[in-house]
C-alpha cells in the first residue's frame, strides 16, 4: 500500500491534506471572485494550465494581472495575431511584449523554457496541446530558476491532471464573462464553477441580465384601485 501511495505522490495524483498551504507567492488577478478562490490571486511563478477555448475571454482573463508585471510578457504561438493596441488599452506597455512564433512544437518549448528561466520575462504564454510530464517538469525548473509564471493555454485534454501543475483552471464563456474551476492547485484544494463577471473591466462587452417587471400583488392593486 505504502508503494502505491509513494507512486501516485510522485506522479502528483495525491495531495495531502496536512499540506495545505500557500507554495509561492501570488499576484492579484484584477477579479474578487479568482482571488478569493486562490487565496490572494495566482501564482507569480510556476506552470499554470488554463484549459480554455480560443477567443471566449481567456486573454481578458489575463490580462489585469499582466499589466501588473514590470518584466517582459512573451507570447509565444499564439492561435491569432496578437493586438497591441488592446493590450495597451489595459494597461500592458507594448514595449514588454515579446511575440514569438516557432515554427516547431519543439521550438515553442525550447522558446517557452528559455523566456522564462532568462530572468527577463515575468510571464510567458504558450499555447501547446500536446505535453509530456518530463517537459513541464522542465518547464518549472525554468519557471523557478527565472522567477517567472509560464501560462499553457489548452483546450480540453483528458491526461491533464497527472501533469505537475502549479495550478490548472478550466475556463468556460459566459454571458458576464467566464465561468472558473480550478482543477488542481500545488499546496491547495480544487474549486466548484464560479463566475468571474467582466462587467467592472469590460462593461460594453458583457451581456447583463435585464430588469424584470415589476410586479405587484394583487391586494396592493385593489387597494390602489378603492
Do not use: Y
Amino acid at each position: 500500500m505504502n508503494k502505491l501511495i509513494d507512486l501516485l505522490t510522485h506522479r502528483h495524483l495525491v495531495w495531502q491534506g496536512n499540506r495545505e498551504q500557500p507554495v509561492t507567492e501570488t499576484i492579484a488577478s484584477g477579479f474578487a471572485e479568482v482571488d478569493s478562490v486562490l487565496a490572494g490571486g495566482f501564482p507569480l511563478q510556476g506552470v499554470i494550465e488554463l484549459d480554455t477555448g480560443v477567443g471566449i475571454g481567456e486573454l481578458r482573463f489575463l490580462l489585469p494581472s499582466l499589466a501588473k508585471q514590470t518584466r517582459l510578457i512573451a507570447f509565444i504561438h499564439p492561435p491569432a495575431q496578437v493586438n497591441a493596441q488592446a493590450l495597451v488599452h489595459a494597461g500592458v506597455a507594448a514595449e514588454r511584449v515579446l511575440v514569438i512564433e516557432p515554427k516547431t512544437t519543439q521550438e515553442a518549448l525550447w522558446a517557452a523554457e528559455w523566456c522564462a528561466k532568462s530572468g527577463a520575462c515575468a510571464s510567458v504564454l504558450l499555447w501547446q496541446d500536446d505535453l509530456a510530464i518530463h517537459q513541464v517538469k522542465r518547464l518549472q525548473l525554468a519557471a523557478a530558476g527565472g522567477e517567472a509564471q509560464v501560462w499553457l493555454l489548452r483546450h480540453d485534454i483528458r491526461e491533464s491532471f497527472a501533469l505537475p501543475w502549479t495550478l490548472s483552471m478550466r475556463l468556460l464563456a459566459t454571458e458576464e464573462g467566464v465561468e472558473a474551476t480550478v482543477n488542481k492547485r500545488k499546496g491547495g484544494w480544487s474549486s466548484r464553477p464560479f463566475k468571474v463577471n467582466f462587467q467592472s473591466q469590460w462593461a460594453d462587452l458583457v451581456l447583463m441580465p435585464e430588469p424584470s417587471a415589476e410586479i405587484f400583488p394583487f391586494q396592493a392593486m385593489q387597494h390602489a384601485a378603492k
